[in-house]
């Protein structure tokens, strides 16, 4: 999959397509959740079938932050490198990545198509249902029709409904701050997962018969419920199974302090300071709490690890 990465006006050197026309998904995608799939999959399918090259067009950073639409915003589900992954792995040809800013939101529907899609060659487009586009949201998948005709055809794709409910971003991240990491996963059609570096932390875990691996995070995701998780932890290309605490370490700590992620991996002894690492949330065992001291405090993180090993090796 080739990446290339526009900013508004789009020069002609800033596309290298090799004259391919192009069957394009659009929209943020924050999450590539089963909704998301099913538009970019839809794009993929008319490209073999009308022999074109495959696209997605996602916004960097997230429009609603730029636009002061929510705070939240500035808080990821997937981070841009993530989502350049899971395009690829769709199958995808080409992903651009628009930068969005005031300039590029104030362009016109018509400005989009002309400016854009048509200097791509796009000539077929896959967006939801609730897809908006140009100045104010102006531009809806109707007028995205109207515009293209009748040189662009437009697929638009009904909501990807689960068990009666539709899938979106949303509910995704409600999900993840109540803890539900099990129905996030469901509608995301994968384990929800962070990526960061491996840093050294207060080394305590050590002492207690637990070492942890202290992660920092890679980008802004969004803040999931504090709690203990069962995870699966990639270390290139080598998967431990471990638990997981998100927390401020109240045992320890009685003033507020910044939530850390720290990682016990199961069978596991290595200095991976520095690492990278990928930690895959599976479910969440129980909410971060205070012991009376740290023999409590080990008993339950022994609780807490057999409970993982059997859940997941149940898996």
Do not use: W
Not at 77 to 105: C, H, I, R, S, W
């Amino acid at each position: 999959m080739k990446i290339i990465t526009l900013t508004y006006p789009i020069s002609p050197d800033d596309i290298e397509l090799n004259d391919q026309p192009l069957s394009i998904a659009l929209g943020h995608f924050d999450g590539v959740h089963r909704g998301h799939q099913q538009v970019i999959n839809t794009a993929i399918e008319t490209a073999k079938r009308k022999g074109l090259a495959s696209a997605v067009m996602t916004f960097d950073p997230h429009p609603k932050a730029i636009l002061g639409q929510g705070e939240q915003y500035t808080q990821c589900l997937t981070p841009l490198d993530m989502k350049m992954k899971l395009f690829e792995e769709l199958g995808v040809d080409y992903a651009f990545v628009v930068q969005f800013n005031l300039q590029f939101a104030a362009i016109t529907p018509k400005a989009f198509v002309d400016e854009i899609l048509h200097r791509l060659q796009v000539v077929n487009v896959a967006v939801g249902f609730d897809f908006r586009f140009g100045a104010k949201g102006a531009g809806t998948p109707e007028v995205l029709k109207q515009l293209g005709e009748p040189n662009i055809q437009v697929e638009m794709v009904d909501a990807y409904m689960l068990d009666g409910k539709k899938v979106s971003s949303t509910i995704i991240r409600e999900y993840l701050e109540q803890g539900n990491v099990e129905r996030a996963n469901e509608l995301l059609g994968r384990n929800f997962q962070v990526e960061g570096i491996v840093v050294q932390g207060d080394q305590r875990g050590r002492t207690i018969g637990f070492p942890t691996a202290n992660l920092r995070l890679d980008s802004p995701y969004l803040t999931i419920r504090l709690g203990v998780y069962a995870v699966i932890a990639h270390l290139g290309d080598r998967t431990f199974y471990g638990v997981l605490n998100h927390g401020m370490k109240p045992t320890f700590y009685a003033e507020d302090i910044v939530p850390v992620m720290e990682a016990h991996l199961f069978d596991f002894s290595e200095d991976i300071y520095g690492e990278h690492v990928v930690i895959e949330f599976v479910t969440f065992i129980r909410p971060e709490q205070r012991f009376s001291g740290i023999n409590e405090l080990i008993a339950q993180i022994g609780k807490d690890a057999e409970q993982v090993r059997t859940l997941l090796s149940q898996t």
